[in-house]
């Protein structure tokens, strides 16, 4: 009786196990949407801006490869900016590893 008991108990850890695994593999696919979503945020945050700097003090007419060309500029800039702290976190994460 006790080594069915043992085998229901084992059984049990390995349906928690299994419920884990599945609970962890969609938090690592939410934290993938979380960051694709900040990607786009980021973007569309990054365009009103220059949109918003090009507009000030500007009149009617626009030239919109110009605005494009800076909306671009500033993307790259925002990208760049995104790596760098990335790394730093993972060299933050690794020093404090060891």
């Known amino acids: 009786q006790s080594e069915k008991e043992l ?3 084992v059984k049990q850890q390995e349906e928690k196990m299994l419920q884990i695994i599945d609970k962890s593999g969609e938090v690592t ?3 993938g949407e979380l960051f694709h979503l900040r ?3 980021q973007r569309a945050e990054t365009e009103a801006k220059v949109l ?3 507009m000030r003090g500007q009149e009617p007419k626009v030239d919109t490869t110009h605005v494009q060309e ?4 500033r993307q790259e800039v925002d990208k760049l900016r995104l790596l760098l702290l990335e790394k730093e976190e993972g060299n933050q994460l690794l020093s ?3």
């Open 29 to 31: 696919r939410l934290k």
């Open 39 to 41: 990607r786009s945020l």
């Open 7 to 9: 085998q229901d108990v």
């Open 96 to 98: 404090d590893k060891y």
């Open 52 to 54: 918003w700097e090009e």
């Open 70 to 73: 800076r909306v671009l500029l």
